[in-house]
């Protein structure tokens, strides 16, 4: 019986003893610290990070929720986050389009351009964009913020699009084409539909990642005060620890939304019309 | 038939998309030409900018750059305390991305090999959302952790391993006052940063080991140790590239972490800010980056080589 023996293939019997512990090992390893976190939120010793706290309280998060800064700086971060999420959409996709299926002369050199912004060191990227600001006498502002990671977002978007791209059957556009439909009908009615939810959760994760950037944007930033920047500055001079420790918590949060969002989303792309070939 | 006929701007916009179609070539340099030019001007420029730079000197009296082709720099690059930073790092990040291969092998197999449904989905997001989340909150979150007074030393000291503890705090180069102070809290740290980094690529180089092979290696006599370093091991290589260079790349990158934990002697990071910063000495901060511009580009070579691009 086919299905019966196809069967023994996938299932490869009961995992060793010793991989599951170390593989539970491991994942305690990468979710205990920001359970941590969350716990120190609520700590009321506001001098040192003793462990365990002697009380509890949610004081600091209304001492928190009243700090101008904070909400400044995040407003700048979102702000920052949606256009550069934007840009990278926008030219990650036509990156992916073009480059998924073609097979052309320095195809290799140009996809190694695309994955370089995060395969070199961020503070490379940073002092080169920095450096490069100074040269144009460009002065620093919400535009460089947004330039600098644009650069790196791209490769995000990118990678979502194009392995969405690949997946995508040939015979589908083909087949749209063969119907008398023009290019653009076809990428607005087939292309756009298949990877419309790949090129969402890339922004997705764009937006995580620009919300978060530190490295790149202490270089091109000037006076503005990203949330991460505003943190990195809490963390090397720190003025108020629980307050910190409340935006860590709220950082924790919104950044897991869309993470969780965008791997939804390409998990219903597996099965994206025309995949089964 | 005229009912369908369509409108003139329909049938421009048909002609263009005509053209597009009859000729490939150009609807790829339109699709290309944002993007490259995007990173071709922005981020490439800036990086030859940056390059272009170390190869002038600064001006020991006036603190100014003089704009003369040298290699002053590069000599001063070399000096035994520069090259000290540049090994010091190599060191760290090796052993960084070391422990991240250990911690990310057991995890990745076991998603690869055996997680099914909807195990397999819970891994995947046990992994995605610790290396989604905010770097600063992670370091922070060690900063807490690793404190003198904080929850490490309260859990050793709870296992009644304290002076074990002291005895590796007593060691010479992995010890220090405490843990946040120590280079075994800088790597802990950039080894909870990066081991998700390492899981991802090498699950997905695992995925493709064929089951049927590791049984073909069982039913043909082979101890587990054997199947796993002669068919595993060269198998999942790409996968471990491609981590590697994430590892090592983060790694050489930065300078936020070792401020925050760790000694007070610079690694690579540091000391391009440090340059580029407070000393005015762009450079140098330039020489520096060239160091794991090389590195990298080495590395990048080599993982083209074994397909682990792919697995990016």
Redesign the interface.
Known sequence: MPSDARKT??K?GR?PLG??L??GA??A???L??A??LL?AFSNEDK?????PPGLTLRWFAVAWDRPDIWEALALSIRVALLSTG?AI???T??A???SR?R?FGR?A????????????????G??????FN?MTMPFSFWTIV?GH??FC?VVVY?NAVARFRRLSPSLIEAS?DLGA???QTFRHVLLPSIGTSLLAGGL?AF??SF????VTTFTAGQQRTL?IW??GE??RPHQRPV?NVV?VA??AV??LP??AA?YLT?EGEHVAGAGK | MTAFAPSPSESA??RL??L??AR?GLL?ML??T???L???V??????F??LA?SFFSIDEFSGTIVYQPTLATYAELLAPANLDIIVRTLVVALVVTALAAL??F??A???A??ARGKVK?L????????L??????????????L?K???V??LVHAAGLTRLLDLWLAAPLIGGPSLSVSYTGMVLTFL?LW??FMILPLQASLERVP??L??ASDDLGAAPGQTFRHVILPLAAPGLIAGS?FTF??T?????VP??VGPSSLIL?QA??AQ?GNAGN?PL??AF?VA??AI?VVF?ALA?RTGA?DA?
């Not at chain 2, 891994?123 to 610790?130: L, N, Q």
């Not at chain 2, 989604?132 to 952790?145: C, R």
């Open positions: 293939v996938k490869p995992s991989l599951r170390a593989a491991g994942l390893f990468l979710h610290p920001l941590f976190i120190y040192s990070f003793q462990f365990p840009l926008l030219l990650g036509l990156a389009a073009a480059l073609a052309f290799e140009i996809s190694l351009l695309f994955i370089l912004p995060i395969a070199l060191p961020g503070i490379v990227t002092i080169a964009l920095r450096s490069a040269l330039l644009a650069t791209i990678n084409m023009d290019g653009f994760l995580a990642l978060d950037e530190v490295i991460p943190m990195l963390l090397i910190t860590a950082v924790i950044t897991a993470i969780l791997y998990r | 916009l048909r998309s005509d597009l179609i490939p790829l699709l290309l944002p993007p490259l995007w990173l071709g922005v981020y490439l420029g800036a990086l900018a940056l730079q911690v990310a057991p995890i197999y076991y998603a090999r055996y989905a891994f995947y997001v046990a992994v995605m959302m610790p989604w989340s905010s770097y600063l909150v992670k370091v922070y979150a060690w900063k807490l952790l404190a007074e904080g929850a030393t309260w909870y081991t998700p089951a049927t590791i049984e260079i790349s983060l050489l990158g930065d300078y936020i401020q925050i990071g391009v800010y580029q762009v901060a330039a980056c794991p511009i990298m990048l083209r691009l990016l």
